[in-house]
T-cell receptor, first 114, second 114 residues
Framework: AQSVAQPEDQVNVAEGNPLTVKCTYS??????LFWYVQYPNRGLQFLLK??????LVKGSYGFEAEFNKSQTSFHLKKPSALVSDSALYFC????????????FGKGTRLSVIA | DTEVTQTPKHLVMGMTNKKSLKCEQH?????MYWYKQKAKKPPELMFV???????INESVPSRFSPECPNSSLLNLHLHALQPEDSALYLC?????????????FGPGTRLTVL
């Protein structure tokens, strides 16, 4: 069965500093990895995904993520955090033939402090 | 149009009421999903429709009844709900259910069961 771990419930970062939100995954085959962001009382917004190819994936709002197969990780990064980046971030994994289309991590709350 | 719309935004119902949640997308997506999300938790998959046919039912109680009238519409009929069913109900769509496609989420319906 596929699973995703987000080891941090909360990440705090000062505005202008780089941010990292961690994600590790477990699948039996090739993973498809996704990051979503959720602002208060809103649905989830797709940020980026890794399917195959270049390990560094660039997405919306200046976010990027690096796929690391040996460490089974897919950490989300941004060079310079904005206060408006404060939100709940979910990592998710799926597989080509999995019965469950998307499995989410528990989420990490990012707070960017001015 | 890259939007998934959901109505109503908020719904308060008693345990004996019957109500319906509605979801619509005009992106030509052939897969549609219902999720339930409790506060500060990841979305939990309830149902998946693929090409207007129910393909996944994640052991959801029968008081939740999904319906897909056509490829653009998805309904969730509610009857005899319990207070613990209070949550944010999210609809999503994707091009397919292969696992490669990202899901587009609606803003959700905030349901309160009294």
């Amino acid at each position: 069965a596929q699973s995703v771990a987000q080891p941090e419930d909360q990440v705090n970062v000062a505005e202008g500093n780089p941010l990292t939100v961690k994600c590790t995954y477990s699948v039996s085959g090739n993973p498809y990895l996704f990051w979503y962001v959720q602002y208060p009382n809103r649905g989830l917004q797709f940020l980026l995904k890794y399917i195959t190819g270049d390990n560094l994936v660039k997405g919306s709002y200046g976010f990027e993520a690096e796929f690391n197969k040996s460490q089974t990780s897919f950490h989300l990064k941004k060079p310079s955090a904005l206060v408006s980046d404060s939100a709940l971030y979910f990592c998710a994994v799926s597989q080509l033939s999995g019965n469950t289309p998307l499995v989410f991590g528990k989420g990490t709350r990012l707070s960017v402090i001015a | 149009d890259t939007e998934v719309t959901q109505t109503p935004k908020h719904l308060v119902m008693g345990m004996t009421n019957k109500k319906s949640l509605k979801c619509e997308q005009h992106m030509g997506h052939r897969a549609m999903y219902w999720y339930k999300q409790k506060a500060k938790k990841p979305p939990e998959l309830m149902f998946v429709y693929s090409y207007e046919k129910l393909s996944i039912n994640e052991s959801v109680p029968s008081r939740f009844s999904p319906e897909c009238p056509n490829s653009s519409l998805l309904n969730l009929h509610l009857h005899a709900l319990q207070p613990e069913d209070s949550a944010l109900y999210l609809c999503a769509s994707s091009q397919g259910t292969s696992g490669i496609s990202e899901q587009f989420f609606g803003p959700g319906t905030r349901l309160t069961v009294l």
